[in-house]
């Protein structure tokens, strides 16, 4: 079965720093999907970035990037110029195909002004 | 496009009362979720339909019932309501999406449930 671990539960940077939150997986498949989702005290769960295997670039949304290591199963997600804004929780999640998602524990996120 | 719509946003029962959680999708998605999150902690899967017309246990369906009554909808029902089934409940749907080539899951605004 695939797990997701998120090994940081809460984090806490100045606004305008960079921050990374760590992200590693267990699966033997080659084609899968992972998703950065962010959870801010409103609940609403929103998607920040996706990445899918087969592919060899790092995914980019404007101030969110990740670092997609396939062989180390590791997905770690860095926040550029950081705003307050990007306080919340970050959940870090895995599926295959069609399949089920599978979360990470999630990483609460802290952005001090 | 409303994405994933969830009723009601709040609700208060007592315990042993029954009520029925509604959630609906637009995005013609095959795929529909149901996940309970309490303070503090991530999301575990209640029950889950991969299609219309089937459904299966996720982590922590004792104390649920869901019905996927048509592709759009997919209700969850507590028969018998516990103090352990406080939380925020969320609704999901998932397809692939064309334009990006990848599948999306999408979450709906979630209904915070209090069992007294």
């Known amino acids: 079965a695939q797990t997701v671990t998120q090994s940081q539960p809460e984090m806490s940077v100045q606004e305008a720093e960079t921050v990374t939150l760590s992200c590693t997986y267990d699966t033997s498949e080659n084609n899968y999907y992972l998703f950065w989702y962010k959870q801010p005290p409103s609940r609403q769960m929103i998607l920040v970035i996706r990445q899918e295997a087969y592919k060899q670039q790092n995914a980019t949304e404007n101030r969110f990037s990740v670092n997609f290591q396939k062989a180390a199963k590791s997905f770690s997600l860095k926040i550029s110029d950081s705003q307050l804004g990007d306080t919340a929780m970050y959940f870090c999640?895995?599926?295959?195909?069609?399949?089920?998602?599978?979360f990470g524990q999630g990483t609460r996120l802290t952005i001090n002004p | 496009n409303a994405g994933v719509t969830q009723t009601p946003k709040f609700q208060v029962l007592k315990t042993g009362q029954s009520m029925t959680l509604q959630c609906a999708q637009d995005m013609n998605h095959n795929s529909m979720y149901w996940y309970r999150q309490d303070p503090g902690m991530g999301l575990r899967l209640i029950y889950y339909?991969?299609?219309?017309?089937?459904?299966d246990k996720g982590e922590v369906p004792n104390g649920y019932n869901v019905s996927r009554l048509n592709k759009r909808e997919f209700s969850l029902r507590l028969e018998s309501a516990a103090p352990s089934q406080t939380s925020v409940y969320f609704c999901?749907?998932?397809?692939?999406?064309?334009?990006?080539?990848?599948?999306?899951?999408?979450f709906g605004p979630g209904t915070r449930l209090t069992v007294t």
């Open positions: 999901a749907s998932r397809g692939r999406d064309e334009r990006e080539n990848s599948y999306e899951q999408y």
């Open positions: 339909s991969a299609s219309e017309g089937t459904t």
């Open positions: 999640a895995f599926v295959r195909g069609a399949q089920k998602l599978v």
